[in-house]
């Protein structure tokens, strides 16, 4: 064990003393820190605009998502068509798709594209479905999704920096930590050596450094949630019929989809505060109160005579036909 211990050792001196001669080397050939960070910003956009503005058709081939023709949902394009022409945002594609959970989905860039799953069809009626797609296009709207993608790309680029600081120091330090406790005989104790406390302890900055710059990124997303809802009830005039969409959909979901922007992920928030701190959606229950709140002061809360329960309107879902190749007809209905 010593001898191993003392070659171990022996190995990350030289990988040690190699590190050094590459940082003096670096250092001393150093480009202008000002032009080494502006070329690093603008080469983590261009990055992550390019990932946002082409990566709209690969995930849709993802999700075998299939374009819906007017002809055959004739209501969908009269909802789609109404929202978008009084939003600022462009008209839309439309999508169906089997996400596995009843949800849509807005993918930006230059041609925007609404995905709905087929359930939803058959659980929403249709100003319920105009209030989910009015939340859709909200996210276009506002470019969420474009925010969102410079947010990730600025936060991986910024801990792969760390990381390449961070990682080679950390590696020699383990093979320090090794090695003596080789000498020691003792070595399942490795890490709780000098070398290997510090091991250790540069690991746990990087994932603290990651998970907090996630929080961000988190917290952000759970906010512009709450803006897409209120920007939706403000183009329908109808929060009642988003939160019962709402209501539906959580009821009908039955595990988490990575695709899925109304699933409510961090549904047991209160009694896990870490799970709500690191979802990126509110919880449901958090978003259905809101919009009753909102139905309460603009005094639109008991004008439905048939009002459900907690003051929400029954669901008289849509009866689709089922046209021979598989698409849903759904009938117009009169506003």
Do not use: C
């Not at 009015?134 to 410079?150: F, N, S």
């Not at 929080?215 to 809802?229: F, I, K």
């Amino acid at each position: 064990m010593v001898v191993a211990g003392a070659a171990t050792i022996a190995v990350y001196a030289v990988v040690a003393g190699a590190l050094w001669l590459l940082v003096r080397f670096v250092w001393a050939n150093r480009p202008d820190p000002l032009t080494l960070a502006a070329a690093f910003l603008v080469a983590t956009l261009a990055s992550g605009y390019l990932t946002y503005r082409f990566g709209t058709g690969r995930t849709l081939a993802g999700l075998d998502a299939r374009e819906v023709p007017r002809e055959r949902a004739p209501t969908v394009h009269r909802i789609v068509d109404a929202l978008a022409g009084g939003m600022d945002v462009a008209r839309p594609r439309v999508f169906v798709a089997r996400l596995g959970e009843p949800n849509a989905l807005a993918l930006g860039g230059p041609t925007p594209a609404l995905v709905i799953d087929y359930s939803l069809f058959r659980l929403l009626s249709a100003t319920e479905l105009e209030g989910v797609l009015a939340h859709e296009l909200a996210h276009i709207e506002g470019r969420d999704g474009l925010v969102q993608t410079l947010g990730h790309s600025v936060v991986h680029t910024a801990v792969g920096l760390v990381a390449l600081a961070l990682v080679p120091v950390a590696a020699v330090a383990g093979g320090f930590a090794r090695g003596v406790a080789l000498v020691r005989g003792a070595p399942d104790r490795w890490h709780r050596t000098l070398p290997g406390r510090l091991h250790v302890g540069l690991k746990r900055t990087l994932t603290l450094l990651l998970i907090a710059l996630t929080l961000l990124l988190r917290a952000y997303s759970r906010r512009r949630e709450h803006a897409a809802d209120d920007r939706a009830v403000e183009v329908t005039g109808r929060p009642l019929a988003l939160a019962s969409a709402l209501r539906r959909i959580d009821s009908a979901s039955r595990s988490p989809f990575p695709f899925a922007p109304l699933y409510r992920r961090g549904r047991d928030g209160e009694e896990q505060p870490l799970v709500r701190l690191l979802s990126t959606h509110p919880p449901m229950d958090e978003r259905i109160e809101r919009l009753r709140r909102r139905a309460e002061r603009e005094g639109v809360l008991g004008r439905s005579p048939d009002r459900g329960v907690d003051g929400l309107r029954p669901i008289r879902p849509i009866r689709p036909d089922r046209a021979g190749d598989g698409w849903t007809r759904v009938p117009i209905e009169k506003r």
